[in-house]
């Protein structure tokens, strides 16, 4: 179970490392209508990551059948997170579009639930994000249901304290949100990724 615990870390610390429209709305979020605002947008992401993530096992759970094939589905999951680390490394380039207020606005209290669907929303309709989560479930298809649990459970919570941290600090992170620290984040997104694709398929085959 400790394996299965720090892999769980690092896959929490794999997304929570993604630049992505889901940083810089929280961001947004957070000066434009305060950390109250920012808490309601996070808790309408995490409630996406926690359904994506049961849709993504629920759906690999059709691959047990296939046991004999079990290990090549494991390198083709690892290969993609290869790949898509290239893609973060190389390739992936960040725009910054909307302007971010200084005074928030009056914000009542009944904007909350449009806060957290908007949230909800916005991460669920983010193909790279259901890619994600689906391409973890496939790569963790070998583990047993209770490590699975371990993985995915300590992913989210990592992720959910990581957003919380990101609303709390939103001025700050605003400030640092310059295009070289953001390629710089993108680059280290994508070596981490290739690494931990590379790590599972070495631990596959050997």
Request: hydrophobic share 55%; proline share 2%; net charge positive.
């Amino acid at each position: 179970m400790i394996e299965a615990f720090i892999k769980g870390i690092t896959l929490g610390l794999l997304l929570c490392i993604a630049v992505g429209p889901v940083l810089f709305s929280v961001i947004k979020h957070s000066i434009n209508v305060g950390h109250r605002g920012g808490l309601a947008f996070v808790l309408g992401v995490s409630t996406s990551d926690t359904t994506l993530a049961f849709i993504s096992n629920f759906f690999s759970q059709f691959f047990t059948s296939l046991s004999s094939h079990k290990v090549a589905i494991s390198i083709v999951g690892s290969t993609f997170l290869i790949v898509l680390g290239i893609y973060y490394a190389f390739f992936k380039k960040i725009r910054i579009r909307d302007r971010i207020k200084r005074t928030p606005p009056v914000f009542r209290k009944r904007d909350y639930l449009q806060l957290f669907l908007s949230g909800f929303f916005l991460n669920t309709l983010n193909p790279g994000i259901f890619i994600f989560w689906l391409t973890a479930s496939t790569t963790f298809i070998t583990h047993t249901i209770n490590e699975r649990l371990v993985i995915f459970i300590t992913a989210l919570l990592i992720v959910l304290a990581t957003d919380i941290a990101k609303v709390m600090l939103a001025n700050k992170i605003r400030t640092r949100l310059t295009p070289r620290n953001i390629h710089l984040l993108n680059r280290i997104n994508g070596f981490v990724l290739m690494c931990f694709g590379i790590a599972l398929i070495i631990r596959l085959v050997i």
